[in-house]
C-alpha cells in the first residue's frame, strides 16, 4: 500500500528556497533537531507551492505563494494560517499548523508550516495497480460528499471564523469579482466570456443556505488512507475558504466532476477518476448531498456555470503569469485550450440548464 503514498519530488527550476536561510529559522522553532535540512517539493498544484521539509527526523510541509503572483489576495498566507489554526479542532481533516512567518528574508514570501498528511491522492490517471473497484468508486464517491457535507455543518461562529466572510451579497461579489479577474489578467479573446458574465447577472438566484465554504473542493486536494483508499484523512489548499453560499461549494466540486457522458474535450481535461465504473454522475452527487442537508438544489445548474467560469478565470490568471514571463512552469502552456474548454461548458451548461 505504501506505493500509493503521494510523495515529493525534485523541486522545480526556479522555484527552490534559500535553505540556507531556511535552516536556522526551523532550529530555531525545533531545538531538538538536528541533522541537515532536506528539501524536496510536492509536483502537483498550480497555484500556491509546497514543500515536504526532514529536520533531521522531524518531517514538515511548507507552503508558499507562487513565484511571480500579483494577485496578494489570492495569496494570503496569514489568512490560510489562521483558517487552519481554527479549523483543525472542529474538522478533523484540516491539517494542524505549526507557525507562520511574515519575513520575507527567509524564502522570498510570507511562508507557514504544518504537519504532513500522509496517504493517498486520486488524481486524472490512478496509481498503476491501484485497486480501485466499481465498489470502491462508489463508496468513495458518498465519503467525498458526506466530507463535503461535514465541512458545511461546521459551526464557524463558535469555531471563531465568523469574521472570515460576509455572506450578505456573497454570490453576486463573487460573479462581479471574477469578472474584473478575468480582464485584470486577459491574454486571448474569448466570445464565450460576454455571455456567459450577462446570463449571470441576468439569471442570479437568492443564496439560501450559508456555512464555511472550501472552494476548490475536488478528488486532489483530499487524502485518502492508503490502506482504504474510500476513508478521507485530509482535505489540502484552503487558500480559498471563507464563508458564503453553501452551494458555490456544490457548484466547485461539480465543475471539477467529470462524466464519462461529457464530450471528449472535458474528458481530456478532467482532475480525477470520476469517470471510473462505480462513480457517481453529477446527478446522483447533487442528489445525494441534497438528501443529507435538505438544501434545495433547484438552481444548481447556475452554480455549475459559475463554477465552470470561475475555474476558467483561475487558469487565466496562472497562465497570465506564465505568458508575462514571471513563471517558467512549461505546464502553463497549454492552458488556452483549458480556458477556452472551460468557458465553453460553462456557457453549455447555462444554456441548457443541464448539468
Known sequence: MSDFLDRPTAIRSGEELNAAALEPYLRQHFPKESGVLEVRQFPAGHSNLTYSLKLGTKELVLRRPPFGSKVKSAHDMSR?????????????????VLLYCDDDSIVGAPFYVMQPVHG????RKLPHGLDFSAEKARRLSKSFIDNLVLLHRVDYTAAGLADLGKPEGYLERQV?????????????????????????QQRMPPSKAVSLIHNDYKYDNVVLDPTDITTIVG??????????????????????????T????????RWGPTTEPGSFTREEFVHHYAQNT????????FYLAFARFKLAVIVQQIYYRYHQGLTKDDRFAAMPATIQMLLRASLHTAQSGQI
Open 235 to 260: 482535505v489540502l489548499d484552503w487558500e480559498m475558504c471563507t464563508i458564503g453560499d453553501s452551494l458555490t461549494d456544490l457548484g466547485t466540486a461539480l465543475a471539477y466532476w467529470v462524466d464519462k
Open 262 to 269: 461529457d464530450p471528449q474535450e472535458i474528458q481530456e481535461n
Open 120 to 123: 493517498t491522492i486520486l488524481r
Open 80 to 96: 490560510e494560517f489562521r483558517v487552519l489554526s481554527k479549523l483543525h479542532s472542529v474538522y478533523a481533516p484540516a491539517p494542524e
Open 294 to 301: 435538505g438544501g434545495d438544489v433547484s438552481r444548481i445548474a
Open 176 to 200: 462581479r469579482g471574477w469578472t474584473e479577474r478575468y480582464h485584470g489578467s486577459k491574454t486571448h479573446d474569448y466570445p464565450e466570456v460576454e455571455k456567459i458574465t450577462t446570463w449571470m
